[in-house]
């Protein structure tokens, strides 16, 4: 996600549109692989005082991941507001910034960091496809958002792995 800033040189010092759309690659999210299933818009201004060019705006996208509790695909819009300062990169010497801060050289800047940053830091710790999701049964793994399965009330406390043992076991046995 590139920003030309050529026509904010000339005009340091006052705020200039920008309006930037770009489709963003897959990701991964608290060891989810996670998509960006709309292209991230971001708009704002940008602003150049001599070396720095700070931007402003809002980043907005739709993230697609797996639900926490069914492993569904869950649809998740994101917003974003952002505020950073991008430093020229002189190559010359090397001046200790902030972690924070981002460099540029020439007239484009590079966003996507900076955007993608902001943007999974909108994202809830886990992914659901709905507040109320039902999730899976524990046992024969059936998906309680669609369908019953007879087994909860008989076994309320099995784990995950209790079916899959029992299976292990039941072919060492043949
Ligand atoms: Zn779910
Ligand atoms: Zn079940």
């Not at 005082?49 to 700070?54: L, P, W, Y």
């Not at 649809?75 to 981002?102: C, F, H, N, T, W």
């Not at 902001?118 to 669609?146: H, I, M, S, Y």
């Not at 792995?161 to 029992?166: E, K, Y």
Request: aromatic share 6%; charged share 30%; proline share 6%.
């Amino acid at each position: 996600m590139k920003l030309d800033i050529t026509k904010g040189i000339q005009r340091n010092g006052i705020e200039m549109p920008f309006e930037l759309s770009e489709s963003f690659p897959e990701d991964s999210w608290n060891g989810d692989t996670i998509r960006f299933a709309e292209p991230v818009t971001f708009s704002g201004t940008y602003m150049i005082s001599e070396e720095t060019v700070v931007i402003r705006g809002i980043a907005e996208t739709v993230i697609e991941g797996p639900c926490a509790r069914c492993l569904e695909t869950a649809r998740m819009p994101v917003k974003a507001e952002l505020s950073e300062a991008y430093v020229r990169d002189k190559g010359e010497e090397i001046i200790p910034l902030d972690e924070e801060q981002y460099r540029y050289q020439g007239h484009i800047l590079d966003l996507y960091e900076a955007v993608r940053t902001a943007l999974l830091l909108e994202l809830p710790t886990r992914f659901l496809c709905k507040e109320d999701c039902k999730g899976l049964c524990p046992v024969c793994g059936t998906n309680l958002n669609r369908n019953t399965c007879s087994c909860q009330k008989d076994v309320p406390r099995r784990n995950p792995f209790s079916a899959l043992a029992a299976m292990l076991n039941e072919d060492e046995e043949v």
